[in-house]
């Protein structure tokens, strides 16, 4: 897929989402008060509210600005898996925002005072399922790409007698995503207090999920590959040495291998992506593959491997 096609797959969902919320907001411009209703508590009622022509701009740069942001991204994101999942999550993006500000729209329409506007919770609903069948359509139509093939040369592995324990850890810190994370939850407040909710939430929920993934701690020992974040005890992934068929270095590209930072899924393949460069990459019996960004991953591999091989050889017949 081109850089240009792929742009264009990324914006154009945006560009609709502007088209339609103008042509919405143009439809029933003279039903419209000159003060409108911007901001819906959680039982319905409006608590927050802006001058029509204010609104109509704000509306149409919020979505517009958003898709310039995707579309950059999608543009620097250099392989197929990756540019496939920022045009997916931007999909889903471009109906969350479209759907809150078309509804406030329609909720404003044909009222004389602005406080009499009304958006019931129900509207979430049916926002989150758009958004969900949006972005999950498009992810299923990502390329299947089958599990990562077996290595030519065998993987490294550090030998261990039996009884012998030895483990590995280090911390990965990011600010590509500590930083924004904080950014999206800030605005998501903003938002929340003095726009449309049904935007805010959304985004203050994505930047509180996506901060404690930003600081990671990766262990690897006789209980298999476990990381956990430094913030908070979850998330937590935790592969045993049951599951685990080897694990190798790799290195990645975060935009053009994943599509971005943080924890990413692909077909057959997941990454708990937090820089570019080297990573710990684990093949599972299932025929999954776990990517994490850290630094020294060929000596956490090798002690991997090894702690498998010693596995293996305990749970032999006659062992």
């Not at 009499?116 to 509207?123: F, N, S």
């Not at 930047?207 to 993934?213: D, K, R, T």
Request: aromatic letters at 6%; a positive charge; charged letters at 15%.
């Amino acid at each position: 897929m081109n850089v240009v096609r792929r742009c264009v797959l990324t914006a154009a969902p945006f560009g609709v989402a502007a088209g339609a919320y103008a042509a919405v907001f143009r439809a029933g411009h003279d039903r419209l008060p000159d003060r409108m209703a911007t901001h819906f508590s959680l039982d319905g009622t409006a608590d927050g509210f802006m001058g029509r022509t204010a609104a109509l701009w704000s509306g149409v740069g919020v979505i517009c600005g958003v898709g310039v942001l995707f579309t950059v991204l999608a543009a620097v994101a250099m392989k197929g898996a990756g540019a496939r999942l920022t045009a997916a999550v931007g999909a889903g993006t471009a109906v969350l925002i479209g759907y809150a500000l078309i509804a406030t729209v329609v909720a404003d329409t044909g009222v004389d005072d602005p406080a009499d506007a009304r958006l019931p919770l129900w509207h979430l609903a049916v926002l989150l399922v758009f958004v969900v069948a949006a972005t999950g359509a498009l992810v299923w139509w990502l390329a299947k790409t089958g599990p990562r093939p077996a290595p030519a040369s065998a993987p490294p592995s550090l030998p261990l007698a039996e009884g012998e324990m030895a483990a590995w850890t280090r911390t990965v810190v990011t600010r590509a995503l500590l930083i924004p994370a904080g950014a999206v939850a800030l605005a998501g407040l903003g938002t929340l207090l003095f726009g449309p909710w049904q935007v805010g939430l959304p985004l203050l929920v994505l930047g509180l999920v996506c901060a404690p993934i930003a600081a990671v701690r990766v262990t690897v020992d006789r209980r298999g590959l476990t990381v956990t974040s430094t913030l908070v005890p979850r998330p937590r992934l935790h592969l045993p040495l049951d599951g685990i068929v080897d694990a190798d270095s790799t290195r990645i590209d975060a935009m053009g291998d994943f599509g971005g930072w943080g924890y990413r899924i692909l077909p057959h393949r997941r990454g708990l992506v937090l820089r570019s460069g080297e990573a710990l990459s684990v093949r599972t019996v299932k025929g999954r593959d776990y990517v994490v960004t850290v630094d020294d991953a060929t000596t956490a591999a090798a002690l991997l491997n090894g702690l498998i091989a010693r596995h293996a050889g305990e749970r032999a017949p006659g062992c």
